[in-house]
């Protein structure tokens, strides 16, 4: 195994590990909710731009725009319809809780050091993980009352697989543009 091999499985499985925090954190009753959201995701990226970034700056100002497309997109997508965040009650335009903000802005690090067979495969690897991810969307966000698709859920499935596919070639190719 190489170092780069072992690299990519460190970072996948510290991800991971801070994925399930954040959804931890979600889902219990802890004071400070919101801002040991933001602590555990802002480590998670501290700890890839310390220890795995080719290029911190270059990096940063991936982070920041893949975070700011991926807010962009839950955004759309949940006052289009296609689906609702569980806990909140917010009438009129709503954004996506802290939660999903925090799971953004650690997303596009995956991107960046992690995903790299989707420079290999942009397309059949973006349109991989469009359609994987709304599985994890649906069964454990419904799970954990986190996140409930409205009906028809083939047209939400649809628009959804879209929408993340077209974001991750959006950062894909924002990607190879800044040469990280």
């Known amino acids: 195994m190489t170092k780069e091999t072992r690299n990519k499985i460190i970072h996948t499985l510290l991800f991971n590990i801070f994925w399930v925090a954040i959804i931890y954190l979600q889902t219990s009753n802890i004071s400070y909710q919101t801002e040991f959201l933001a602590a555990t995701a802002l480590s998670f ?62 997303f596009p690090s995956l991107i960046a050091y992690t995903l790299g067979f989707l420079k290999t495969y942009p397309v059949s690897g973006s349109a991989f993980i469009a359609v994987s991810t709304f599985g994890t969307y649906y069964f454990v966000g419904k799970r954990l009352d986190l996140i409930f698709f409205n009906p028809p859920l ?27």
């Open 45 to 106: 990226v501290g700890i890839h731009l310390c220890f795995f970034a080719s290029d911190f700056i270059k990096e940063l100002i991936f982070l920041i725009i893949g975070f700011s497309t991926g807010f962009l997109v839950e955004s759309v997508l949940s006052n289009s319809g296609v689906y609702y965040f569980g806990l909140i009650d917010t009438p009129g335009l709503s954004w996506p809780p802290p939660w999903m903000a925090a799971l953004w802005l650690m």
């Open 154 to 180: 083939v047209q939400g499935f649809i628009a959804f697989s879209l929408f993340w596919f077209l974001t991750i070639r959006f950062l894909i190719r924002l990607k190879n543009k800044l040469k990280i």
